[in-house]
């Protein structure tokens, strides 16, 4: 069952069998083992939904377009298709998509209910075995429409991948417009492909660096519409927003604690140096987790809230730094030519991803949380700002492109990278967590 807890909208699933074809079975010769270094793209066939006039087309076009996107799919051109799909309920003729090597098919139909609901229903076939391997029904109010589509493409590639979707989730960002010399930055966020612009700020003051909350539609940010660096909460959906807290001199904005009960942040004080500071939301009472001369800011919790990674200049140049969430075991990690920033832990725990400053370039890389491994998956002029998708298998970052900056995506090959499109220059990009 998915819900969302907004007003007016209720998304609900739940399966889809047919008495004419068994589940799938464990033996089954579709799988896509992502935890290869190479991973050739699975061909699938994605048929338009029947149904529901241009609407069908619609949900079908976002569901190729997504797992498209994601670099493990290779969506067959509908040219090529040899049956013409007129029951999505009925077993397709298997041997009319294995002649254009379609592993997968993935069939599905729309109506509208008489309460109003739009019902959209999908069915993934292996072609092959001749086998149904998943099959689910979604409800959702008209305005929620591309959500159902992505909700889809989450199931179908979670079913072949066996590790959970990130398509149905939200990016805020910096939206940047006008003269470089006046630029106009407002709050804002959108579909993570780009759809469903909506602006949270009106433009009048300068905001900076939004972070999700890991476990609500929350977000933390910083504003200086008073003159002074602010930090505010802001609830998505409704609105509301408090300010967290003044803190002249900040550096870097807060993060949240995996919790959420808590940010992390990197403030100046008054002795100049520039340390790491934990602020419960509840009592507002901070703790001071780092006490250096050094420059020591980026904080960021492991995902399970045991760790902190953080950069520091105290070995010469920024590098990056692991310590207890306590402030305790206080550890460089990387030990790479250059320099490291806004390093920020996968939300699966096995990584960290950085921005490197090396050769006149900037690059945006991970490394293993003990600082082996590291790897380079884009290289740019400048490039900034890491941020994961709720599955750890893609990060988005902002490059500066001709007069001002863009998003970004590359999963974690570094093979597959992708714009992402936006009206006006963007920057600063944060990934909610998956939607409910």
Known sequence: MRSFLKPLLTIAA????????????????VELNVNKGNVEPLPIAITDFQGGDALGAQISQIVTADLKRSGLFAPIDKSAFIEKITNPDAAPRFEDWKVINAQALVTGSVSKEADGRIRAQY?????????????EQFFANDANQRR???????AIYERLTGEKGYFDTRVVFIDESGAKNARKKRLAIMDQDGANVRYLSDGKSIVLTPRFSPNRQE????????GQPRVYLLQIETGQRELVGNFPGMTFAPRFSPDGQKVIMSLLRDDGNSNIFAMDLRSRSTTRLTNSIAIDTSPSYSPDGSKVVFTSDRGGRAQIYVMGADGSGQTRISFGDGVYSTPVWSPRGDLIA???????EFQIGVMKTDGSGE?????????????WAPNGRVLMFFRDSAGGPKLVSVDLTGRNEQSIPTANFASDPAWSPLLE
Do not use: C, N
Request: net charge negative; glycine share 10%.
């Open 219 to 226: 977000i933390t940010y910083m504003s200086y519409e008073s």
């Open 375 to 387: 790897r380079i998956l884009s290289s740019g002029f400048q490039q900034e700002g890491p941020t």
């Open 14 to 29: 739940m399966a889809v069998g047919m008495t004419a074809v068994v589940p799938m079975p464990a033996w089954a010769l």
């Open 354 to 360: 950085f921005t490197k400053q090396t050769g006149g």
């Open 148 to 154: 159902v589509a992505h909700i889809i493409a989450d």
């Open 123 to 135: 069915r993934l076939w292996d072609t092959f075995a001749g086998q149904q391997m998943a099959g």
